[in-house]
């Protein structure tokens, strides 16, 4: 019972580790391979201390236990072992990290807790409560539903009107439909329609679904009805059906979670910032606080309550308010109305006064506000992935290659919001393209000039904010404990 291994001296207790292997893989027994050395070690003196650990072995035969009676090595295996395991993670993480995180965390609610107040109380005084909602003053009509069973293509004459002679070599043909209405007053009923043929009207088919607007008159009389439009239901909702599906396909419940904060966010442009600018409202005041229920909704529903996703929402909210700063800088500066051709329509409908402008500078900022979100979270995820990846990184390394990576990122991000923005000028581009006036003058146009206010001021922000939500993200990950990350 009193045999020893030679090498204990040198190995101590990790001994055992690498002894069993062996023992094992060499198909002998313990005792045999111990002999040897046992008399070699019993020929060697001993000092008192070894003389005194003798007993140990003989109450636990193990070896590798000679100086477990002295009283400093006794813990040694403890913190030895645990830094390749998984204690060492908790037994020291728990320690100085988390006091650290906690008043990061609290920083966090401190800094936006009153944000989300203010976003909140912004909606409640800008909704239009008990207001009437906003009606044209111009009889729009009530659309009605139905389905061209017939076309011919000929003169246009009235009901009852025929056709006398040649027609005339200047005058336009006309399609005259033959259509039943499948709902509305007169569901079930045929009715006939003229419509004239001209470069800006839509071209109709047999088998077509159409709208008509219905001004309330006598069903039996077709003057009642006018051909507005084709119905489109049935098209997009197969096309937001398979969104849907890529969408939860790939991001599963991260995706689900996308998309219900997709929709929340519709709910918000459709219940709160439609009705509170047609009810006379600030237009910049309503959109800074839907952006501001949107951003909040957004991330947090679509990727948790966490420090990380907060500082993706105080880097987004900075970068609004720069964009908004500069635009209603530079729109100024360049004396833009906003009074293009749909915002004087849309003030011609309501009869009343709109502030023209300030509906310009809430469209920058909600049209901004869907880019800057991919670029906060892209660059706050490219943070904390460093952090785990190498947690030794400090905040100054972590911001120096989250900056590399957000350099690659600047550069898409400018390019879409541009080319975003461009395609929906591109109307307004072709029409002032045949003016034939110097660029000069095209690009000083107010439509044009619009679009290039809310482009660069966007692309401003975009880049604005990445180094602003890179030095939060690594200012905050490199005080997270590893855990956490």
């Not at 893989?25 to 001993?46: L, M």
């Not at 913190?79 to 008043?103: D, I, K, Q, V």
């Not at 709208?211 to 507005?228: E, K, R």
């Not at 550069?411 to 002032?432: D, Q």
């Amino acid at each position: 019972m009193n045999r020893r291994d030679i090498s204990d001296d040198d190995t101590g207790p990790i001994r055992r580790v690498t002894d069993t292997p062996s023992d094992r893989s060499s198909g002998t027994s313990r005792s045999p391979r111990r002999t040897p050395p046992e008399g070699t070690r019993r020929t060697r003196p001993r000092p008192p201390s070894e003389s005194r650990s003798e007993p140990e072995p003989k109450a636990e035969p193990r070896p590798g236990r000679r100086r477990a009676a002295e009283p400093k090595p006794e813990p040694k295996p403890e913190p030895t072992a645990e830094p390749a395991g998984h204690g060492h993670g908790h037994s020291h993480g728990h320690g100085p990290a988390s006091p650290a995180s906690r008043r990061v965390r609290l920083l966090l609610i401190w800094l936006l807790v009153p944000l989300a107040v203010a976003t909140v109380a912004a909606m409640i005084v800008l909704y239009p409560w008990g207001k009437d909602p906003a009606k044209s003053v111009f009889p729009q009509g009530t659309p009605v539903n139905a389905t061209i069973t017939t076309t011919i293509t000929g003169p246009c004459l009235a009901e009852g009107q025929v056709q006398v002679g040649e027609p005339s070599p200047d005058a336009k043909p006309c399609l005259t439909t033959e259509l039943t209405m499948t709902d509305g007053p007169g569901v079930g009923k045929p009715l006939k329609l003229t419509v004239p043929i001209e470069p800006s009207t839509p071209r109709f088919a047999t088998g077509d679904e159409v709208v008509l607007s219905y001004n309330g008159g006598d069903v039996a009389n077709s003057t009642s009805f006018q051909i507005v439009d084709f119905q489109r239901g049935t098209p997009l909702l197969l096309l937001a059906g398979l969104f849907a599906l890529a969408v939860i396909v790939l991001g599963r419940w991260r995706g689900l979670a996308a998309l219900v904060a997709l929709g929340l966010s519709f709910l918000v442009l459709a219940l709160f910032v439609l009705p509170s600018i047609l009810a006379g409202e600030s237009p910049l005041l309503v959109a800074i606080a839907g952006a501001g229920a949107i951003m909040f909704i957004a991330l947090y529903l679509t990727h948790g309550l966490s420090a990380r996703t907060s500082v993706a929402v105080l880097g987004t909210l900075v970068s609004l308010v720069l964009i908004g700063v500069l635009s209603a800088i530079f729109s100024a500066a360049s004396s833009l109305t906003g009074l293009d051709d749909s915002t004087s329509q849309l003030i011609g409908s309501l009869g009343h006064g709109i502030d023209a402008r300030g509906l310009l500078l809430a469209g920058v900022v909600i049209g901004a506000l869907g880019v800057l979100d991919d670029v906060t979270v892209t660059q706050t995820s490219a943070v904390w992935e460093l952090r785990r990846a190498n947690p030794a990184l400090g905040w100054r390394e972590l911001y120096g290659a989250g900056l590399r990576i957000g350099r690659d990122h600047v550069g898409s991000a400018v390019n879409t919001l541009v080319m975003a923005y461009a395609g929906a000028a591109l109307p307004v581009l072709l029409y002032t393209s045949l003016s034939g006036v110097g660029l000069g003058s095209i690009l000083g146009a107010e439509e044009i000039a619009q679009e290039i206010v809310r482009t660069l001021a966007g692309s401003v922000g975009i880049v604005a904010a990445v180094p602003v939500t890179t030095a939060l993200a690594a200012l905050i990950a490199s005080r997270e404990p590893q855990e956490s990350l």
